[in-house]
């Protein structure tokens, strides 16, 4: 009996990824044996476009869940990811979502990999061409590239799902549910990302001709991915001692140097302002060349569509649904009058968006403000309704603007940047010091973004005043959450510098200082279980920098339940 191959719905249109060849064409397979599912460079491009969809799903809230509201950087009052409920996160409906999303693109990599590679070369020329070395060259080219996006997407979804979890299992078939194999350890998952991450470097384009295939894979995209994953390895083997972690810092800063090698060629521009990456309303922004990989989505087609920017925002502000914030304690590192990370792409003050001549919110300017701003003034023109000013308890980021406020269309045009050029520029000035410690070089590379971010060369660091090497990785660390926040990095970026415990302890013991100003300038009862829900326990080797595997994964398979074995509560 032919192996039944499920692709449950696969599209050509979707998520801000087209095909040129027919951008508007779409293909719907259900079950189809082998033998019929892949036939023709069309069925390919399928079953590619079907790889790409589950990337909105991942990206739309969990990324932001697991990665920024799980660390200093992020806030949902009560989350369980929030206040590291380890217990309680098994059944959290973002941590399924997020081991389904991301088995879905390694199932449907699988399914096509092996297939596209029994399509014959023929079936990739161009319809009604004369056949000459250059046509067969170029098929060939697609066909590869074709396999060059599947081993791409899968190599990242491994990466993001051992990020998430650590360990998982590793499977490359289609025969075999991933449920039913059993974990395999970080090294050889790390080495399969490497593995297939190198087939992509192969055979990815630098660009493609059109915005039609904006948000493809390309070879920056795998040779940033590659300085990743080498900068992760390392990062664990400095933290454990185990294994030589310079020769993985060396890797690391060769995929760095290939990418800013792309910058010298213009394939990528470190946007002139901050703004300039994330602006939805202008073509030219949305398709700007900082970004190396985005998940995009498409506002004008009923495939692919995101409502990303309804996540960041409060109700009253634009109708967004509050669900992802910046805590205040983090606010309060940013420099609110000269940085446009905070002047440019975070909310701190608005009028209510029903009430707008009587209503205002406010940010506290420092901890020592907390609970002093709510006040009432008189209204002449309507003594029934005064004016109002409330206290904001968080901050909130506009890097995913919603467009469409009181028109309830949430299907936006915002980007979800996965990996772009100042991450990179940053990456290398943190390889450049764990390999050399503080050198001109490393603060150069931090300076072009902090210049950028302030429009001034009068913010920049000094080599004189970082002494060692961990002061400039703290230094760093803190400048990728100010370039960073609400990009879903911040807990990995933690872990990897082994900042996690240092980060995590001053965010819970600011909560608990953030709870005694506001009852001591209130007047208000005890308000401790505002900071109490969060652990006071954590350790260098805590296993909650981690996520459990979803408890309907570890029920049929209780062997996952060691995936984190290695580590401590």
Known sequence: MKL????????????????????LKEIVYFELTEDLAFGTQEDALAAINSIYEPLIAVTNRDIFYLNDIASDGGYRANENAEILNFNKLNESQDVVWSWEGYYTIISRANIAIPNIEKIEVEKFYAKDVTITDQVIEEAKALKARYLAEAHFLRAWAYYQLTDIFYKVPLNLTFEKEARNIPLSSIEDIEAQIISDLLEAEKSLPETYPTNN???????????????????RAAGRMRLSGNGDANTNWQKALTYANKVLALESKGVYVLQKRVWDIFNPDLEATKYNKELIFAVRSNPNSNFGTSDIGMNFTPWNYDMGWNLINIPLSAAWQMDMQNDERFTKLVVSAFKDVYEPTRINYVMPPSIEKVGTLYKETPNPANPAKPFITKELDAVYTKKYKYQRTGTYNYHT????????????????????NELNSPTQESIDLINRIRQRAFQSSTFNLNLADYPSKEKLREAICDERFLEFNSEGMRRPDLIRMGLWKDRMDKYITTKKLQTEWEERNLGAPDLSDKWKVYPRDLTENDKRRYFPIPKKETDINPELLKHLDDFKN
């Open 213 to 231: 295939d904006a948000g493809r894979a390309t070879i920056g995209a795998a040779q940033g991915m590659l300085c990743r994953v080498y900068m």
């Open 413 to 432: 045009g915002n980007n979800m940047p996965v990996l772009r050029l100042a991450d990179i520029i940053l990456c290398k000035a943190e390889i450049l």
């Open 4 to 23: 039944l191959i499920k692709i449950f719905l696969i599209i050509v249109v979707l998520a801000g990824v087209y095909s040129c060849e027919d951008p």
